[in-house]
C-alpha cells in the first residue's frame, strides 16, 4: 500500500485517544482512514459517543479528501513535533504495509479501530468493543482472547475502550476479565453516570478483575492509577490530560517497587504547549489546509 484516504486530521493529547499507559505525556497525529465497509456493519446504540461522529462514522461515509504517503504523514508529524502516530477508522487491518513503511521512516505509528482483526506490526493499538453499546452485549470468548494474546505476543501495546449507557458492571465483567487476562488496560465510557455512587461502585467492581480500569463519565470520571500492589497513586489525569506521572525505577511503583504498565514515558505531565494546541483534546483539520501536495 503506498498510500491512503483521509477524511481527517487531529493534533491531539495521547490521553485524548485514549492511551493510558503508552507515550504518556505525549501528543499524536491523529489520521481518520477512509475505509472500505464490509458488508454488515452495526453501530446500534453507539450513536451518543463522540467516538462515533469524530472516528467511524466519517471513516466509513467518508469523503476522503486527501490521499497521503507514509513520507508526506511521517513529514507532517515531523513538522508538528508529535511523540506517535494513530490510523483510525473502521475494519482498518490492511494497512499493514502503510504502518511498516512509516516505521521504517523511525515513526511510532498505532491503530485504532474496532474489536475484529487488527494490524499485527503497529508499536501500540486502541480496540473498540462497539458490541457492549447495544443489549444484548456481546460477551467476549475465545476470539478476543486470541486477537489480544497474539497482538502482545507480536510485541504491540494494546488498550481496549468499552461503551455502555449506564454504570452497570456486570455487562462489562467478561471484557475486563479477558483484558486482565491478556494485561490490557480497560477504558469504560458512560452516557449517564446516575450518580458518583454508582459510577464509583462499578469502578470498584470491575478494577478487582482488572486494576488497571479507568470510567469516562462527565462529572464523576475515574481516571487515575493505582499500584494494584499497595494501592499508592501513579498517575493523576484530568479528562484528555496528564496532571502527574510518579513512577520509581524501571517504571515501578514509587512507594513499593512493584513493576507497573508504562511504556515510551513522553514527559511526567501533559506539556502546556500540547493542551494549548491540541485545545486540551483533539483539534480536528482538513487534511487539504495542512498538507502539501
Not at 504518556?24 to 456493519?41: C, D, Q, Y
Not at 483510525?88 to 516505521?103: D, N
Not at 478494577?207 to 493505582?226: A, G
Amino acid at each position: 500500500m503506498t498510500s491512503i484516504g483521509i477524511v481527517s486530521l487531529g493534533y491531539s493529547t495521547t490521553e485524548a485517544l485514549p492511551l493510558y499507559h503508552y507515550l504518556s505525556g505525549g501528543s499524536l497525529l491523529r489520521v481518520i482512514v477512509f475505509s472500505e465497509p464490509p458488508s454488515s456493519v452495526s453501530l446500534s446504540g453507539c450513536e451518543h459517543f463522540d467516538v462515533i461522529n469524530d472516528v467511524y462514522a466519517p471513516s466509513l461515509t467518508g469523503p476522503s479528501l486527501k490521499q497521503a504517503t507514509p513520507q508526506q504523514l511521517a513529514e507532517l508529524a515531523r513538522g508538528w513535533n508529535v511523540d506517535g502516530i494513530v490510523l483510525e477508522g473502521y475494519a482498518i487491518s490492511h494497512v499493514e504495509g502503510f504502518i511498516a513503511e512509516l516505521k521504517r521512516l523511525g515513526i511510532r505509528v498505532g491503530v485504532r479501530t474496532n474489536m475484529g482483526k487488527a494490524p499485527k506490526n503497529a508499536d501500540f493499538l486502541l480496540l473498540d468493543a462497539l458490541g457492549t453499546c447495544s443489549e444484548p452485549q456481546e460477551v467476549p470468548g475465545i476470539e478476543v482472547h486470541r486477537l489480544l494474546r497474539d497482538l502482545r505476543s507480536a510485541g504491540s501495546w494494546v488498550e481496549v475502550a468499552s461503551y455502555l449507557k449506564e454504570p452497570v458492571p456486570e455487562r462489562v465483567l467478561g471484557l475486563a476479565s479477558v483484558t486482565a487476562d491478556n494485561e490490557v488496560p480497560l477504558h469504560l465510557f458512560l452516557l449517564e453516570h446516575k450518580g458518583g455512587g454508582p459510577v464509583r461502585d462499578a469502578y470498584n467492581r470491575l478494577r478487582q478483575v482488572n486494576p488497571f480500569t479507568y470510567i469516562h463519565v462527565p462529572l464523576y470520571s475515574e481516571l487515575t492509577t493505582y499500584c494494584p500492589r499497595c494501592g499508592s497513586p501513579i498517575a493523576y489525569r484530568e479528562e484528555n490530560v496528564l496532571k502527574d506521572l510518579a513512577l520509581g525505577p524501571s517504571n515501578t511503583c514509587w512507594r513499593c517497587g512493584y513493576p507497573l504498565p508504562f511504556t515510551h514515558v513522553v514527559a511526567k505531565k501533559t506539556p502546556d504547549r500540547v493542551i494549548r494546541l491540541s485545545g486540551r483534546g483533539t483539534r480536528w483539520y482538513d487534511p487539504r489546509a495542512v498538507m502539501r501536495i
